[in-house]
């Protein structure tokens, strides 16, 4: 069989469960995403607790800019590596610029200790730019955040759907929303970050790359891709107090372990 007809096959053998994920998600809608994100992400709530104690607005968002593009390869689930993050800027604010604090940061890390060198080199291609930036420079990649997207892309020599980029993206837009107190959808041209999570869930449905195929889910149920990510990503974890909070916070809590579940 050719790869073309595997694919074929595939498809028309998923397409009832097809239907039903784009059924559950027009049900839930960006606000059911927005919700997911802000009361239920651990990932948020670490953003939260770090915002308080920095009291920076401008430090606070290069962090997550920042932290963000060193994601990969964790030794620890996301919602670990966020929080120990948080927690450690939280006392030790940078006094002497990003690399100079990940250098120190990094080594002791416990959910990030693979590839450091390669990782503090990254920082040192995105720290110049990060330095240009003012607040209202921040608050206009707010309301524009493809083109932080493309900017990124650019420093890290990267594709602009590459996972670290998109993502970087998303914690901004999770950072800015904290620092600005105003909700901005993301760009429904920003592709999912395909990670571990999400590739394997993917592929219950379709043999396909995952940024390709959301992306088409994302335009037939009108929610940006990176906003499927945040009601997807969390509940795919399996996190104990991940799921007490859906259950208090989101009246359609059935329908996203129905998605978990699919």
Same mark, same amino acid.
């Given at each position: 069989?050719?790869?073309?007809?595997?694919?074929?096959?595939?498809?028309?053998?998923?397409?009832?469960?097809?239907?039903?994920?784009?059924?559950?998600?027009?049900?839930?809608?960006?606000?059911?995403?927005?919700?997911?994100?802000?009361?239920?992400?651990?990932?948020?709530?670490?953003?939260?607790?770090?915002?308080?104690?920095?009291?920076?607005?401008?430090?606070?968002?290069?962090?997550?800019?920042?932290?963000?593009?060193?994601?990969?390869?964790?030794?620890?689930?996301?919602?670990?590596?966020?929080?120990? /993050?948080?927690?450690?800027?939280?006392?030790?604010?940078?006094?002497?610029?990003?690399?100079?604090?990940?250098?120190?940061?990094?080594?002791?890390?416990?959910?990030?200790?693979?590839?450091?060198?390669?990782?503090?080199? &990254?920082?040192?291609?995105?720290?110049?730019?990060?330095?240009?930036?003012?607040?209202?420079?921040?608050?206009?990649?707010?309301?524009?955040?493809?083109?932080? &997207?493309?900017?990124?892309?650019?420093?890290?020599?990267?594709?602009?759907?590459?996972?670290?980029?998109?993502?970087?993206?998303?914690? /901004?837009?999770?950072?800015?929303?904290?620092?600005?107190?105003?909700?901005?959808?993301?760009?429904?041209?920003?592709?999912?970050?395909?990670?571990? &999570?999400?590739?394997?869930?993917?592929?219950?449905?379709?043999?396909?790359?995952?940024?390709?195929?959301?992306? &088409?889910?994302?335009?037939?149920?009108?929610?940006?891709?990176?906003?499927?990510?945040?009601?997807?990503?969390?509940?795919?974890?399996?996190?104990?107090?991940?799921?007490?909070?859906?259950?208090?916070?989101?009246?359609?809590?059935?329908?996203?372990?129905?998605?978990?579940?699919?």
């Amino acid at each position: 069989m050719t790869l073309d007809r595997f694919i074929a096959v595939k498809h028309k053998e998923n397409k009832p469960k097809i239907e039903r994920l784009k059924e559950i998600l027009k049900e839930l809608g960006i606000e059911c995403a927005r919700t997911i994100e802000e009361k239920v992400d651990l990932q948020f709530s670490a953003l939260e607790h770090l915002h308080k104690n920095l009291k920076n607005d401008e430090l606070f968002i290069k962090l997550v800019i920042a932290n963000a593009i060193v994601s990969y390869q964790l030794t620890a689930t996301g919602e670990e590596w966020w929080w120990e /993050f948080a927690e450690y800027f939280s006392s030790n604010p940078p006094e002497k610029g990003i690399v100079d604090a990940y250098s120190g940061f990094l080594p002791a890390s416990q959910t990030n200790r693979r590839l450091t060198a390669a990782k503090i080199k &990254r920082l040192e291609k995105l720290e110049p730019f990060l330095i240009k930036l003012k607040l209202k420079d921040l608050k206009n990649y707010y309301y524009s955040m493809t083109s932080l &997207r493309n900017d990124l892309a650019e420093v890290l020599n990267s594709k602009r759907n590459a996972k670290t980029i998109v993502f970087a993206v998303k914690m /901004f837009g999770y950072a800015g929303r904290i620092a600005f107190k105003e909700f901005i959808p993301y760009p429904m041209e920003i592709e999912i970050p395909d990670d571990v &999570r999400i590739n394997a869930y993917t592929k219950r449905f379709i043999n396909e790359l995952p940024t390709s195929f959301w992306s &088409r889910i994302a335009e037939d149920v009108n929610i940006p891709p990176l906003h499927i990510d945040s009601i997807l990503w969390p509940v795919l974890g399996k996190h104990t107090e991940v799921k007490k909070r859906l259950k208090k916070y989101c009246s359609k809590a059935e329908l996203i372990f129905e998605l978990a579940s699919l």
